[in-house]
T-cell receptor, first 113, second 111 residues
Framework: NAGVTQTPKFQVLKTGQSMTLQCAQD?????MSWYRQDPGMGLRLIHY???????DQGEVPNGYNVSRSTTEDFPLRLLSAAPSQTSVYFC????????????FGEGSRLTVL | GENVEQHPSTLSVQEGDSAVIKCTYS??????FPWYKQELGKGPQLIID?????GEKKDQRIAVTLNKTAKHFSLHITETQPEDSAVYFC??????????FGTGTRLKVLA
């Protein structure tokens, strides 16, 4: 079982460039979400989705876009990268909003120069 | 929105001693109380959870206790081992779709 798969694991961007972080899960989970984790800090929710076609903002949504066209995939887009977006990004999924456990990917480390 | 605080932010214990981490939350609708462990270079992983109709839950060396009246729950690790060294997060969840995490506690178990 693959669980939650994130790609790429590492990425370096220049300020102003765009990119997409990919997230896929094979557990048929309804709920998917993106977090960022800065050094020495906790996990902050960027965007989340409760099912295909439905997305909503989390705590720190500015500068990021998401879409959910299928149950399996939940990509995170940076339209114009800024140094403040240098972080480790985690994708997570859950069977339902009241089911509980979040399953995390291994993370994507992004550096914006 | 939900305000979640963890204390302490760092904790060092001698191997074999106990460790306790406390999580305080503000949303009275919270009804699910998990603890996650994050090892270096990995994503967080659930280690124990409790629901609001239960006051305490134990799984071998780890336990979680809940005080809904005071809006806090705690992670207890007994007989700590070096492999317990990690960052621990609480993430109380209520009637919303937002999983908000605490600020994290870095536990160091000294051999």
């Amino acid at each position: 079982n693959a669980g939650v798969t994130q790609t790429p694991k590492f990425q370096v961007l220049k300020t102003g460039q765009s990119m997409t972080l990919q997230c896929a899960q094979d557990m048929n989970h309804e709920y998917m979400s993106w977090y960022r984790q800065d050094p020495g800090m906790g996990l902050r929710l960027i965007h989340y989705s409760v099912g295909a076609g439905i997305t909503d903002q989390g705590e720190v949504p500015n500068g990021y876009n998401v879409s959910r066209s299928t149950t399996e995939d939940f990509p995170l887009r940076l339209l114009s990268a800024a140094p403040s977006q240098t972080s480790v990004y985690f994708c997570a999924s859950s069977g339902g909003w009241n089911t509980g456990e979040l399953f995390f990917g291994e993370g994507s480390r992004l550096t914006v120069l | 929105g939900e305000n979640v605080e963890q204390h302490p932010s760092t904790l060092s214990v001698q191997e074999g001693d106990s460790a306790v981490i406390k999580c305080t939350y503000s949303d009275s609708a919270s009804n699910y109380f998990p603890w996650y462990k994050q090892e270096l270079g990995k994503g967080p992983q659930l280690i124990i959870d409790i629901r609001s109709n239960v006051g305490e839950k134990k799984d071998q060396r780890i336990a979680v206790t809940l005080n809904k009246t005071a809006k806090h729950f705690s992670l207890h690790i007994t007989e700590t081992q070096p492999e317990d060294s990690a960052v621990y997060f609480c993430a109380p969840q209520g009637g919303t779709y937002k999983y908000i995490f605490g600020t994290g506690t870095r536990l160091k178990v000294l051999a």
